[in-house]
T-cell receptor
């Protein structure tokens, strides 16, 4: 099946620093999404990307849909303590029976030191 | 977006028993999805639940182990049957309210611990 390689697995940064994480795939996706999960909560959608090359921002968050459609990155600028959590990338292809299926990366655990 | 409520939020269960998780959505949705998140792991799709038809299960998941009901457009249940410690996970209900955009909204999850 499709697999997403998400890196880094974890990050420890100081408040105010910028953060970058990315996902790569061996297959093409038509949609890339980034989610954040706080402890004890379900994932919350941060950014959705639908076109190759698309660059989208949501406050301090910026994500891009790679030109090859096999990768995406998420940047967080000027991190704050509430950015702590697990960030997941997810991709979706529109091929046949997997039309509705999202494939999730393994997540990046972000820790922000005040 | 959607407000998705799951019950129970957490439970401790005995080996061999079964537990049914409920998912209630505040709007009518066509597609509902059940995910499993094992400790420290990513999300894995168990099945897609459509109203009025049998659920579609992903590879590695079977109806006898994870029976699903979808009686209407705002409600679904997932049963974890004959539980073992390996079933200890967070089970998440999700919906696509925008009509097949892939933008899933998740409930808070049901954390099951099987002793």
């Amino acid at each position: 099946g499709q697999q997403l390689n998400q890196s880094p697995q974890s990050m420890f940064i100081q408040e105010g620093e910028d953060v970058s994480m990315n996902c790569t795939s061996s297959s093409i996706f038509n949609t890339w999404l980034w989610y954040k999960q706080d402890p004890g909560e379900g994932p919350v959608l941060l950014i959705a990307l639908y076109k190759a090359g698309e660059l989208t921002s949501n406050g301090r968050l910026t994500a891009q849909f790679g030109i090859t459609r096999k990768d995406s990155f998420l940047n967080i600028s000027a991190s704050i303590p509430s950015d702590v959590g697990i960030y997941f990338c997810a991709g979706r292809s529109n091929s046949g029976g997997s039309n509705y299926k999202l494939t999730f990366g393994k997540g990046t655990l972000l820790t922000v030191n005040p | 977006s959607a407000v998705i409520s799951q019950k129970p939020s957490r439970d401790i269960c005995q080996r061999g028993t079964s537990l049914t998780i409920q998912c209630q959505v505040d709007s009518q949705v066509t597609m509902m999805f059940w995910y499993r998140q094992q400790p420290g792991q990513s999300l894995t799709l168990i099945a897609t639940a459509n109203q009025g038809s049998e659920a579609t299960y992903e590879s590695g998941f079977v109806i006898d182990k994870f029976p699903i009901s979808r009686p209407n457009l705002t409600f679904s249940t997932l049963t974890v049957s004959n539980m073992s410690p390996e079933d200890s996970s967070i089970y998440l209900c999700s919906v696509d309210t925008q009509g097949n955009t892939g933008e899933l909204f998740f409930g808070e999850g049901s954390r099951l611990t099987v002793l």
